[in-house]
């Protein structure tokens, strides 16, 4: 069996004395599309910034390509090819579209999909419309657009995209969900954090609950499907 290009092991992770992820582990193969699921406050967005380094695991490790990242400076990790698309956005708002995707450029990877501006204006039309317009004269979604395609300039093997359905409209919804599935075609590795069942099972292989910062369920649709006292359980308002 392939190595995992991601793993997870034991990953305790804090804000301050409040303890987030509590033993987390779980792995993530290459090409896959994992889908983390849980309520606000279970963990997902921990989750990522612990990947990321963002938040330093007190406990456990996290194993990126078979090596650990766990400690490592986030701008290391990044350069080892792992791209984070936050919440927030985090657009550079004075610099221009085109401004913002030169940003994000990395040097091409080995077995890496390879992106280039033509591709992030073919995946995002909207972007070269408005390509000479700063950050802060756009949409949600176009912010959203824009914080996607400045990362994959980066030519991440592993994509982060944390919550890419909150706050914005159901047609740019449909249009990420397209653009995922066109990440899976072309086989990037994806994790995305996702309250929206729906639009997770449109574009993932396997879900991954969370719930207090422990996992509760790792499988695929169809097995959680068949086990609705775990959806109601976990991912019921």
């Excluded at 987030?20 to 582990?25: Q, V």
């Excluded at 330093?56 to 390509?65: L, M, S, T, W």
């Excluded at 359905?165 to 397209?178: D, H, K, L, T």
């Excluded at 729906?198 to 649709?221: C, L, N, Q, T, Y």
Aim: charged share 25%; with cysteine.
């Amino acid at each position: 069996m392939p190595e995992p290009m991601l793993t997870l092991e034991g990953v305790h992770s804090f804000y301050g004395k409040a303890h987030i992820l509590n033993g987390l582990g779980f792995s993530v193969d290459r090409g896959e599309v994992v889908a983390l699921l849980g309520r606000n406050g279970a963990g997902k967005t921990t989750t990522m910034k612990s990947i990321m380094q963002l938040v330093r695991p007190r406990r456990g490790q996290v194993c990126f390509h078979g090596s650990q990242i766990t400690g490592m400076p986030p701008h290391k990790v990044a350069r080892l090819g792992l791209g984070y698309v936050p919440e927030e956005r985090r657009i550079f708002t004075d610099l221009t579209i085109l401004e913002n995707l030169e940003v994000g450029r990395q040097a091409r990877r080995a077995d890496t999909p390879y992106w280039t501006e033509a591709d992030m204006f073919e995946l995002f039309p909207n972007l070269w419309e408005r390509r000479n317009a700063q950050g802060k004269a756009m949409s949600g979604g176009e912010q959203q657009m824009l914080t996607i395609a400045r990362t994959l300039m980066g030519n991440p093997s592993l994509l982060l995209l944390d919550e890419p359905s909150e706050g914005i409209a159901p047609i740019i919804v449909e249009q990420m969900a397209e653009t995922i599935l066109k990440f899976k075609a072309e086989g990037l590795t994806v994790i995305i954090s996702e309250q929206n069942l729906h639009f997770a099972r449109i574009v993932a292989d396997r879900a991954v609950i969370i719930e207090g910062g422990e996992k509760k369920f790792d499988g695929s649709f169809a097995e959680l499907e068949n086990h609705p006292e775990i959806r109601d359980a976990y991912l019921s308002v």
